[in-house]
């Protein structure tokens, strides 16, 4: 998992959502309407855990109450493995806060990977100073429990439009948080390094002012090229 | 639970709501978004039999074949019991139907009491000349599995904006549809008879003439009056 | 008022848009997300009585009740004056019913024109029975109490993102709403009279198979011809 | 193409986006967010003549009037082909009227078999009065150059968040309006006509109270009995 | 009111909301939908001075020059005394600009606290640099004059959906602007400032790697270890 | 044009707003929903470029690869005139990136003055650091060929609500997007640049403590000072 992570982690979201459609099929996998808490620390990549919300239902409310034998947020902040992405379906609300400063802290101190949530945010400048990477629908001073409860953990569900599965590799970047099918992150992982370094090739010809017919999209002819300048130890000057 | 559907089944779902804020502290029990797809036959009572459907994932999509072992679909269809009220939690998406003639048609041969949704309903014409009570948000040609699939069933599901348990009691009428808890059920059912009953009574005397006064909300005079009119029978003048 | 009401009341409101657009240079006029109750009895014009709401404060909901000596529902429908259309600036929320059937009732006992809200609306079927002209943006079974306060009357507010000011004339039909500034009326009712029989000439020919070019938009003969037309008494055949 | 009209107008538009999904790859084809004028004449299939429109810049606004010599709605009313269906992208605007009475009569005199707009309609009772099937985004009494202006005509357009080439099939019923590629439209219309005879059979033994599994989906056995069924005359009782 | 606002201007936004909904049941003070012009000066607390807008009615547009004698926009700021919050019902509308920087100029020369508005905002650099704590729904160039007119000032209105009162005490920080009712307010910095202070406790212990269970939320002992941590002078090692 | 696009490149988007609107009856110029990539990098004038987009019909998905002898972006990249300015109509689809860092570079390279969409934009670090002026509806790591594609180019285009013609003067600055039409260009410009010096005169004084009235909107002796002020060689202290 570790090697697979750290690969996964080095693809840009652009390129993976890219590998993802064109060579399975998958055309939903960027999380939707969501931006880093802090954009200077915002790349993570990590095996999804999940954690499920439904609208509040007044009569269950003293369940959302982090101390209730029956709250669901507690153990799961205390038990999750270490390097996880805690993915809360927040149902797109931008009015509550599914966390605070405290849980982020905790968070933070049990080695998390990073937090994802299409609900808003609490106590963002105390989260941005942790260095947690975290994405959210934006701030929301309430607390969540005004609005939604707990219902389920570790079981599949919908962050900004897009299905998670408890397992499934989320990755972010300043450009948004894919999330890639648990089966198919190696070779997700494999090709998206793969085209990122080509297009990297491809982006310093670009920089140096030649045009982009055969260039990009390369041609069979560029590709040679490519593969002579990675043989070559991909010198500076080509 | 025969008598208590029965009982409950008269009340109107502008009354349950009023029963469920001011006796029970429940403010959202009001499906958001959903129409009578025959408003001539929509009303009904009877508990929840949930569906869940979370946004496809396109490796998935064979799942949601209604053949395929594991589709979850046809095994509800065909088991769950009669009088139960179906709900699919289509995640208020508009533009793909969650059912279409042929599967309404068993429900109907299965004496299900309804079927609520807040994604959108194919076959709208067949499926009215059923008589089986249906609400959804719409009507949508493309089926389902375009955009969403079935991930688990009797959970907790959202139906436009209210969260309904597996039990819990559903009732429509020509206004809507409410979630009534199932521990709440028979007090609600009690409490929005005697509600509709004399509100009922003031309608007649409003018909009549009468100011809101005293009247509307009724003063202690006026339920005594009420109660008087009730202990002789109801006479149509008063 | 009465003459003014009786012109102005027998032109659709397609056309008052066109007057008051092309005319008066106003437009904004139309009200929008609104529908009949009962699209048989949907003809109305009157002047404008308002409401205002807003969000609900929870420390302010005792004052909301009927009977609290502060609550301006009542006094309203009993005072506001017969053949005028109340206004109910219900905040676009169609989560909640502005109203029930007992204050419909008295509203059509006490001779109002008709009633027009951008928030939802409970007790459809009864209402719809009593053939008093209603405009609303859906059914909706919860009381508004749940969302909104009362808390002025007889100023200024919007309905369906249209300003009404108390006194305005407010017209329906089939189409829609429309708000006709109360300076404005008599012209706009003058010229829309004008317009819908003119055009109602065209419809005629255009029903005979004419071609557009000339006859719509009349031409300075068509114009001549709907003249001798109306001169000649308004024969059937021409 | 009167006999793949006459096809294509027997397939239903939830059975016409399963072909499309199915057999041809194409997930985006049932416009959204339209209902029928006139649900009781609502039945159309044709081939699309588009008109396309954008946000109105006032300096331009004088040639949106029918009579300017640069108007594109006159020549394409006046010489649009018999049977076509105009296509209006009306840019999704609820809150302006495409056309009125006077527009629709004259289409409907010159034949044309249908209209579909995803912006308003204005004059809607006198246009469902004549039997000219449209569908429309709801009532909107002002006129379009409130809004709105024709910048191109018989060019690709989006109608409901679906893109329509002119002489693109277009097919409407009770349930929505489909837009089929001309080149797919003859086998799109066979695969239909199958799938609902098919379905109807199938219908049929779901009304005797027979359960899902081998009939539906059907089995090859279902299969077989309903092409006995098909070669022994279509009896009634099976 | 300067020691209250000196109070609760050191109480968070996020603590804030969770005071009003435990101990005072007001769930709905959080402006929804706004942000800092400039997030570096965005803290402030004031009592709250209204403004009204309502859709514009052109006829009535002349009345918004800032030089009419009835624009009521010029007079405000000209009188509304130092350190009052300016709250401005832009009805949501983000497509104009409620003010720009000569006015927002002048209202920081009077001293004014803050400017709240759910409408756009114009010369955002301009005010940015002034140090004027500013929330805004976006930026918007156009004038607000394009689409809204005053109405009314110093009466209730509504806020990113939230009501203020003239004289409710508006509180913003980094996470975003709630309102807190003026009788409400004493007791709510009170509530707020004891919370922060323990919950500033928590989180260093949280810092250390200390586990949520009895800490977060504290335990009889944990609250015990707090009070003697206080008596100890909050020492830096606990 | 180059003297042109200096003059109006000095006129903020807040004031060209003002001056179409106040003396050319043009309400609606300003995009909607966009954002500076690099606020830092977000100031330019050009002449308008555009590229026309449709929901994406997938039989015609080939077309849309860099490519395919028919697709339109990599001609329309290498080809525009330098100094222009790339309109992209994305539909307003924030899901979906209209541009890469690759061609973004090419159109660096080739001097083109400003990216503007209302659709997401993939490579978001990578551009903010070329310092191309570009303006986006988001961050959207997804290719746009996973729902739109290019149907049209030079055309007339809607972006962000607004109309724009090839040719039309397009405005950016840090608070938004104005499009000039080509033949108002030269007014415009000179009429905002003498706005804005005498708004600058006026905020000046405003800074020293002046109130508004009199001062802002200026009277005859405010613009008489102005101008002497202007005469003496715009001297500091005044």
Redesign the interface.
Known sequence: MTALLDKIGRV???T???QL?QN???????I??V?PVNPKSCRFAGPAYTLRY??????LLPRQ???HPDNRM?PA??SMPAGAVLMLDG?GR??V?ML????A??LK?RGIAGVVTDGGM?????IAAMELPMFAGG?????SF?KL?I??GQ????VG???VFPGDIVVGD???V?VV?AG?AEEVAEGGLAQDHI?GY??RR??H?E???GL??PSAETTEAYRRWVDAGEPDDF
């Open positions: 840009g979201t652009a993976l959502t890219t459609m399975h099929g998958l055309f939903n996998a960027s939707r309407g931006a439904l609208p509040l239902r007044e009569d109450h982090l101390d507690r902040v205390e149902n931008r009015d806060g605070g400063g405290n849980l802290m905790r101190q609490r106590d963002l400048a105390e701030p929301a001073p309430p607390p005004a409860m219902v389920d079981c599949p569900v919908a439009g897009v299905t300043g450009e948004g894919v099918p198919l297009e491809i982006h670009l920089a002012g045009a982009l017919p990009y999209p």
